[in-house]
């Protein structure tokens, strides 16, 4: 019964629920006992996206910190186990067997990467393992719909056809090219952006695609300038779209560039000589700049920099979102925790607000993405600047 029934949530769609899964005898528990809940993550601590997870491990921390000693949730203390991937696949598929079967993890938070993630679902999901918000927004975090998955903010497909839309629609832009990562994540971007310029009667004048490790664009750069490109959409991290933007710029040619949520990091607005000024990408809310930060915000902020001695990023700030929802979560399925009443504890979760002034989230028994809405940003003066809201861009 169970790999027929397993076979069945990987071939549907979102009209399964979890009152039909809880029918199934294949809901399973681990990492819970009377006193402890145990987590688990695989992260770049050390790799090319390493600014990605080193500020959502630091949130997750400061959070799990506080409710432990506070009591725990429900009586539990939590407990986080952490492993290195260098961003690489290879890695996070042995992390992950690690953290499911050595440590039995009762869930999986903020994992890192579209690829990692791609690879290690399969044995997670088997393995009755809940997926909660990996630090990926490709469609694969939450389609095929699967009870164990939770997917937070807008996919990429959406971020990139917001993007996409504004600059077409608001900037004028014509011919637009692409460049982006030869990865899932760099495909998804492209093929985002590509149902939108279908959509608008509009063709990718040209495309270019590098390794995530790559350090010189100059070829891509020299076949994307003559095809005339006023736009190139940007499949692209942290280094992999500072490198090019600047290449461009020292080549004299001022063309404007937009990327995803993957790039909307202080590393690519705060970079060294203001070589990312212009640079748009989609985000979800404003940066966490202490002076201009709402009161509940700027509180975490001072309690974030008191612990670690620098200012959050926006990885952090997104981290602080994560666990604190995965916490509600723990919170509301009582003391009874077991895979299923989590399950149901997430999706009681309606109209939440982040303290970041994010859009408004929530899930049901048929939606496990938390919302669809995206922001667009511009670098200027060295820091990102909010050019389009989410009404404007959303579909």
Same mark, same amino acid.
């Given at each position: 019964?169970?790999?027929?029934?397993?076979?069945?949530?990987?071939?549907?769609?979102?009209?399964?629920s979890?009152?039909?899964?809880?029918?199934d005898?294949?809901?399973?528990?681990q990492?819970?006992?009377?006193?402890?809940?145990?987590?688990?993550?695989?992260?770049?601590?050390?790799?090319?996206?390493?600014?990605?997870?080193?500020?959502?491990?630091?949130?997750?921390?400061?959070?799990?910190?506080?409710?432990?000693?506070?009591?725990?949730?429900?009586?539990?203390?939590? !407990?986080?186990?952490?492993? @290195?991937?260098n961003?690489?696949?290879? =890695?996070?598929?042995? *992390?992950?067997?690690? &953290? $499911?079967?050595?440590?039995?993890?009762?869930?999986?938070?903020?994992?890192?990467?579209?690829?990692?993630?791609?690879?290690?679902?399969?044995?997670?999901?088997?393995?009755?393992?809940?997926?909660?918000?990996?630090?990926?927004?490709?469609?694969?975090?939450?389609?095929?719909?699967?009870?164990l998955?939770?997917?937070?903010?807008?996919?990429?497909?959406?971020q990139?056809?917001?993007?996409?839309?504004?600059?077409?629609k608001?900037?004028?832009?014509?011919?637009?090219?692409?460049?982006?990562?030869?990865?899932?994540?760099?495909?998804e971007?492209?093929?985002?952006?590509?149902?939108?310029?279908?959509?608008?009667?509009?063709?990718?004048?040209?495309?270019?695609?590098? !390794?995530?490790?790559?350090? @010189?664009?100059?070829?891509q750069?020299? =076949?994307?300038?003559? *095809?005339s490109?006023d &736009? $190139?959409?940007?499949?692209?991290?942290?280094?992999?779209?500072?490198?090019?933007?600047?290449?461009?710029?020292?080549?004299?040619?001022?063309?404007d560039?937009?990327?995803?949520?993957?790039?909307?990091?202080?590393?690519?607005?705060?970079?060294?000589?203001?070589?990312?000024?212009?640079y748009?990408?989609?985000?979800?809310?404003?940066a966490?700049y202490?002076?201009?930060?709402?009161?509940?915000?700027?509180?975490?902020?001072?309690?974030y920099?008191?612990?670690?001695?620098?200012?959050?990023?926006?990885?952090a700030?997104?981290?602080?979102?994560?666990?604190?929802?995965?916490?509600?979560?723990?919170?509301?399925?009582g003391?009874?925790?077991?895979?299923?009443?989590?399950?149901?504890?997430?999706?009681?979760i309606?109209?939440?607000?982040?303290?970041?002034?994010?859009?408004?989230?929530?899930f049901?028994?048929?939606?496990?993405?938390?919302?669809?809405?995206?922001?667009?940003?511009r670098?200027?003066?060295?820091?990102?600047?909010?050019?389009?809201?989410?009404?404007?861009?959303?579909?």
């Amino acid at each position: 019964m169970k790999s027929v029934f397993w076979k069945y949530v990987a071939i549907t769609s979102l009209s399964i629920s979890t009152t039909a899964f809880a029918q199934d005898a294949s809901w399973k528990t681990q990492g819970v006992s009377k006193d402890e809940v145990v987590l688990g993550m695989h992260a770049d601590l050390s790799g090319v996206a390493a600014t990605f997870s080193v500020g959502v491990v630091n949130s997750f921390r400061l959070k799990i910190d506080e409710a432990n000693e506070a009591g725990g949730i429900n009586g539990r203390k939590i !407990r986080l186990v952490v492993e @290195d991937t260098n961003y690489q696949v290879p =890695k996070a598929v042995q *992390a992950a067997n690690k &953290l $499911i079967n050595r440590d039995r993890v009762f869930a999986m938070i903020g994992n890192l990467g579209t690829p990692q993630n791609n690879a290690v679902l399969p044995a997670q999901l088997k393995a009755h393992v809940p997926n909660v918000f990996p630090i990926s927004w490709a469609e694969s975090m939450s389609q095929p719909f699967d009870p164990l998955k939770f997917a937070i903010y807008a996919p990429y497909t959406d971020q990139i056809r917001s993007g996409v839309r504004y600059m077409v629609k608001q900037k004028g832009k014509k011919n637009i090219c692409a460049m982006h990562q030869d990865t899932d994540f760099g495909i998804e971007v492209f093929n985002g952006a590509k149902k939108e310029l279908d959509e608008l009667g509009l063709k990718f004048a040209e495309v270019t695609t590098h !390794r995530p490790a790559d350090q @010189d664009f100059t070829a891509q750069l020299t =076949k994307l300038r003559a *095809a005339s490109c006023d &736009l $190139i959409v940007m499949g692209t991290i942290v280094r992999d779209t500072l490198i090019p933007y600047s290449t461009a710029r020292k080549m004299g040619w001022d063309v404007d560039m937009i990327g995803t949520s993957a790039s909307y990091d202080l590393a690519i607005s705060g970079a060294e000589g203001d070589i990312a000024e212009g640079y748009y990408s989609a985000g979800f809310f404003d940066a966490p700049y202490p002076d201009t930060a709402n009161p509940e915000a700027a509180a975490w902020i001072e309690k974030y920099k008191a612990r670690y001695n620098i200012d959050p990023t926006i990885q952090a700030a997104i981290g602080q979102v994560i666990i604190d929802l995965t916490l509600k979560a723990i919170n509301n399925a009582g003391q009874d925790l077991t895979t299923q009443s989590f399950v149901q504890g997430m999706e009681s979760i309606k109209g939440y607000q982040d303290i970041f002034g994010g859009p408004t989230q929530g899930f049901s028994e048929t939606n496990h993405v938390s919302s669809h809405d995206s922001v667009i940003y511009r670098v200027e003066k060295g820091r990102w600047v909010r050019v389009a809201d989410a009404g404007v861009t959303s579909k």
